[in-house]
């Protein structure tokens, strides 16, 4: 099946910007989506089409994609940004997630 | 309140049966969509099976086609998936989750309940 890269872990100080990348050689050609979850919890979509917010989701969470690698950049990040990140795409009517990044706020 | 709320899950024995269902609330179930992700112990997230909206179309992920089946009642706002021939390897937390726009699969999930465990082993 079909499988998405991202960094076992990213650290990022307090206040700095955090950047969690999503690689796949069909990442050019589908739509990417990004979820946080904190521990305990479900996941919560964070960027939907590849650089969409939800209603509700701050500014400080951006979207990106560029050639086979999507990127969701956490700018300012907060203590409360601490949680596990992942991508998102359909690969003939299966969902596909990415292996899901660890971020920490130093 | 727009919500999705599971049930069903439990600790079985290998070979088991179960059937787990997804209370929708606060918006228009048909309009949308459904899908399982499931999330073993410390472990990432594994979308399962999606139904469109209409119910016509189900989908399974090559794990669990043929042992598991996805199904929805409109008429109570609940998505079930029964899960039959189970092993060791689906012990997960298992969430439904609602297609952000269309009652097609294949969008983000905009929505997700909060899990139900499951636990298969002897």
């Known amino acids: 099946s079909y499988e998405l890269t991202q960094p076992l872990s990213v650290s990022v100080a307090l206040g700095q910007t955090a950047r969690i990348t999503c690689g796949g050689i069909?990442?050019?050609?589908?739509?990417v989506h990004w979820y946080q979850q904190k521990t305990g919890q479900a996941p919560v979509l964070v960027i939907y089409?590849?650089?969409h917010r939800p209603s509700g989701i701050p500014e400080r969470f951006s979207g990106s994609k560029s050639g086979n690698t999507a990127t969701l950049t956490i700018f300012r990040a907060q203590a409360g940004d601490e949680a596990d990140y992942y991508c998102?795409?359909?690969?003939?009517?299966?969902?596909?997630f990415g292996s899901g990044t660890k971020v920490t706020v130093l | 309140e727009v919500q999705l709320l599971e049930s069903g899950g439990g600790f079985l024995q290998p070979g088991g049966s179960l059937r787990l269902s997804c209370e929708a609330s606060g918006f228009t179930f048909s309009n949308y969509a459904m899908s399982w992700v499931r999330q073993a112990p410390g472990k990432g997230l594994e979308w399962v099976s999606g139904i469109s909206g209409s119910g016509l179309s189900t989908y399974y992920a090559d794990s669990v086609r043929g042992r598991f089946t996805i199904s929805r009642d409109t008429s109570k706002n609940t998505l079930y998936l029964q899960m039959n021939s189970l092993g060791a390897e689906d012990t997960a937390v298992y969430y439904c989750a609602k297609d952000y726009s269309s009652s097609a699969v294949g969008g983000s999930f905009d929505l997700w309940g909060r899990g139900t465990l499951l636990t298969v082993s002897s």
């Open positions: 069909i990442i050019g050609s589908e739509i």
């Open positions: 998102h795409v359909w690969d003939n009517d299966t969902a596909v």
């Open positions: 089409a590849d650089r």
